[in-house]
């Protein structure tokens, strides 16, 4: 048995050999609140980890969710990162301070400025065109031209029409009065509506059922639910029309991604987002959901190369958040619901 002297001893050197033991080093990881669902990011993630060695946590739920989540957790939340759809979803999370400002010179030369927020606070990863749809058996598309022409009184109960009470629409609307302002913009909407064949549908893939049946003779939807129907039922009289080539371009969205205010892995998470912007990434990203590549770099998949190329708007995206409650007030004088 040790002696008083030696016990206090042999604690004393058992102390001071661990000051020169290093500890396991803890793997490097990220925490994502995400909007998209797990199939559309999860195989980015997967690579992410394959190629760096970060784990990628995620929780998915619905935008609004997840920002009320964000906001109820404040400075204690685990989230590194926040993804949706929409830039008018991207705005609000940062007029909400949920997300901070980053510097990366990697995304800034993968992202066209149009595409992210001025303050770097998010990033668009992905583009989805807001695109004219129409029925290949009934409408001469050299009569097609722009979303304001749908206005016209050729197009006389011949428009479908998603709700007004979607998001995508909202930041249609918005971006079409940063460009015309909204007495302009207004007018066009009202004309939409008195135009309109049947009151406005739930989703856009309803509103492109309703043109193949020849309920309506065109309509306005993202292009990846064309692509879905399409490859669903490819005998379908259906096809884009890309408008406003020879003035403004098409109405572009994102889904895109910020760093959260909060972020205890800041480091891990700017990898995370300058490696969703890589040529590695990029097609991952948005082939999954028939995307285009926010890279302009990137080409597209070959089934969404098939749909043609076309002229994006380049007004930013913010207007889309900044103007989009002037957007709704819009709609509802105008009538659309």
Same mark, same amino acid.
């Given at each position: 048995?040790?002696?008083?002297?030696?016990?206090?001893?042999?604690?004393?050197?058992?102390?001071?050999?661990?000051?020169?033991?290093?500890?396991?080093?803890?793997?490097?990881?990220?925490?994502?609140?995400?909007?998209?669902?797990?199939?559309?990011?999860?195989?980015?993630?997967?690579?992410?980890?394959?190629?760096?060695?970060?784990?990628?946590?995620?929780?998915?739920?619905?935008?609004?969710?997840?920002?009320?989540?964000?906001?109820?957790?404040?400075?204690?939340?685990?989230?590194?990162?926040?993804?949706?759809?929409?830039?008018?979803?991207?705005?609000?999370?940062?007029?909400?301070?949920?997300?901070?400002?980053?510097?990366?010179?990697?995304?800034?030369?993968?992202?066209?400025?149009?595409?992210?927020?001025?303050?770097?606070?998010?990033?668009?990863?992905?583009?989805?065109?807001?695109?004219?749809?129409?029925?290949?058996?009934?409408?001469?598309?050299?009569?097609?031209?722009?979303?304001?022409?749908?206005?016209?009184?050729?197009?006389?109960?011949?428009?479908?029409?998603?709700?007004?009470?979607?998001?995508?629409?909202?930041?249609?609307?918005?971006?079409?009065? @940063?460009?015309? !302002?909204?007495? &302009?913009?207004?007018? =066009?909407?009202?004309?939409?509506? $008195?135009? +309109?064949?049947?009151?406005? /549908?739930?989703?856009?893939?309803?509103?492109?059922?309703?043109?193949?049946?020849?309920?309506?003779?065109?309509?306005?939807?993202?292009?990846?639910?064309?692509?879905?129907?399409?490859?669903?039922?490819?005998?379908?009289?259906?096809?884009?029309?890309?408008?406003?080539?020879?003035?403004?371009?098409?109405?572009?969205?994102?889904?895109?991604?910020?760093?959260?205010?909060?972020?205890?892995?800041?480091?891990?998470?700017?990898?995370?987002?300058?490696?969703?912007?890589?040529?590695?990434?990029?097609?991952?990203?948005?082939?999954?959901?028939?995307?285009?590549?926010?890279?302009?770099?990137?080409?597209?998949?070959?089934?969404? @190369?098939?749909? !043609?190329?076309? &002229?994006?708007?380049? =007004?930013?995206?913010?207007?889309? $958040?900044? +103007?989009?409650?002037?957007? /709704?007030?819009?709609?509802?004088?105008?009538?659309?619901?």
């Amino acid at each position: 048995m040790l002696r008083s002297h030696q016990y206090y001893f042999a604690i004393a050197l058992s102390c001071f050999i661990s000051l020169f033991v290093i500890p396991p080093v803890l793997a490097e990881e990220v925490v994502v609140y995400s909007a998209r669902t797990e199939r559309l990011i999860k195989p980015m993630f997967d690579e992410f980890t394959k190629e760096t060695g970060i784990q990628v946590k995620y929780t998915t739920d619905k935008e609004g969710a997840l920002l009320a989540r964000l906001k109820a957790e404040g400075r204690n939340t685990p989230a590194d990162m926040f993804i949706t759809a929409d830039a008018g979803n991207l705005w609000a999370a940062a007029q909400a301070k949920l997300l901070r400002p980053i510097s990366s010179e990697v995304i800034s030369a993968n992202i066209p400025e149009h595409l992210r927020d001025p303050n770097n606070e998010w990033f668009g990863l992905s583009i989805r065109a807001r695109t004219l749809i129409y029925n290949t058996r009934r409408v001469d598309p050299a009569k097609l031209s722009t979303y304001e022409d749908l206005a016209g009184p050729q197009w006389n109960k011949r428009l479908c029409l998603r709700t007004s009470k979607k998001v995508y629409n909202q930041s249609l609307v918005a971006m079409m009065i @940063a460009e015309h !302002g909204e007495e &302009k913009t207004e007018q =066009i909407i009202r004309g939409w509506v $008195g135009n +309109l064949a049947v009151d406005p /549908v739930s989703d856009d893939t309803r509103a492109m059922e309703f043109v193949a049946a020849g309920r309506c003779d065109v309509t306005i939807v993202n292009t990846y639910y064309y692509g879905r129907l399409m490859k669903k039922d490819p005998s379908l009289p259906l096809a884009v029309f890309w408008p406003n080539q020879e003035n403004s371009g098409v109405h572009v969205n994102i889904s895109g991604a910020g760093v959260t205010r909060h972020a205890r892995n800041e480091r891990a998470a700017i990898k995370l987002l300058e490696f969703l912007s890589s040529d590695k990434a990029q097609n991952l990203f948005a082939d999954v959901n028939m995307e285009y590549p926010v890279n302009p770099e990137i080409a597209p998949d070959p089934f969404v @190369a098939t749909w !043609g190329d076309f &002229k994006q708007n380049p =007004i930013n995206l913010i207007k889309a $958040g900044e +103007l989009q409650i002037e957007a /709704v007030k819009l709609m509802d004088r105008a009538g659309y619901r």
